[in-house]
């Protein structure tokens, strides 16, 4: 008599644990992923931020990892009406924050690493070249991509030795 209210209980507590798991039982795995063909046009999104365009766009980049997600396994971007995800993403996200470093990054990432399309990589690369001028990890990556991608170093070795000194006047100007 003692323990019956604990033995009750815990018979409660296991047929509710139960009853809640049946629904998980013929449940399949599915990765979260995101649809993309509602992002605004860059124009729109700055507008509809209300002032607040950094956070808006913190948001939807945390928000874009499931679509991320998804891209590493189905590897093509491709969206209703024809456009490409992450161009669509990354435009709205860096037309509401452009001075934002990791957005170039992560741009090029997706759509250089994953994807394979090297020549949206360095467009984004030399972006935020050009936005963020003293940021030298832009400008490394930028580098890197042009030598290991488009072989500069062999092919056009005096447009490479340009662009290296490009970066060693900017690098200069930031300690300045």
């Not at 456009?83 to 037309?95: H, K, N, P, S, V």
């Amino acid at each position: 008599m003692k323990y019956l209210p604990v033995i009750l209980a815990m018979a409660l507590m296991a047929v509710l644990v139960s009853w809640n798991a049946l629904r998980f039982r013929a449940a399949q795995q599915t990765i979260r992923s995101k649809d993309l063909s509602f992002l605004p046009a860059p124009e729109v999104a700055r507008v509809l931020a209300f002032g607040h365009a950094n956070s808006v766009s913190r948001l939807r980049w945390i928000d874009a990892f499931a679509y991320f997600q998804l891209q590493l396994d189905r590897k093509n971007d491709t969206v209703a009406g024809g456009g490409r995800g992450f161009d669509q993403l990354y435009e709205t996200l860096i037309a509401l924050d452009p001075h934002f470093e990791p957005f170039y990054q992560h741009a090029a990432l997706a759509v250089g690493g994953l994807l394979g399309r090297h020549d949206c990589e360095l467009g984004y690369l030399l972006r935020g070249t050009q936005e963020i001028f003293v940021c030298t990890q832009l400008w490394r990556h930028a580098a890197a991509v042009l030598a290991a991608n488009f072989h500069w170093d062999e092919r056009q070795p005096a447009l490479m030795d340009l662009f290296l000194a490009t970066w060693a006047a900017n690098e200069s100007d930031a300690l300045q």
